[in-house]
């Protein structure tokens, strides 16, 4: 189990990546944008190095949190079955203490 677990976090990272990699939209030329910088140009008149693509970049974020998320709760899972193993372990000593 504890060997598969860094595979299946690197299986759910790349499958939640993937898609958002694959979805970029292949950029088409555009005309030049006007020389004034003060007036409103339209993202689309922009040139492709000037605009900022979103949604690979919220998609990756969303990924990273969910992941870290899912490694946070297996790592207090363990934790917490270590303590559960540990009480069981007191409860017995104990119970072997108090019939003699």
């Given at each position: 189990?504890?060997?598969s677990l860094p595979l299946l976090v690197l299986l759910l990272a790349l499958a939640a990546c993937g898609?958002?990699?694959a979805q970029?939209?292949?950029p088409q030329p555009q005309p030049?944008?006007?020389a004034a910088t003060d007036e409103f140009v339209p993202i689309s008149q922009l040139p492709p190095q000037d605009q900022l693509p979103a949604a690979p970049l919220l998609?990756?974020?969303y990924a990273f949190v969910w992941l870290a998320l899912f490694g946070y709760l297996v790592s207090v899972g363990h934790r917490l079955s270590k303590v559960q193993r540990e009480v069981h372990r007191l409860e017995s000593?104990?119970?072997r203490g108090t019939r003699t």
């Open positions: 189990m504890q060997r898609p958002a990699v970029q939209p292949q030049a944008p006007p998609v990756t974020a000593d104990i119970a």
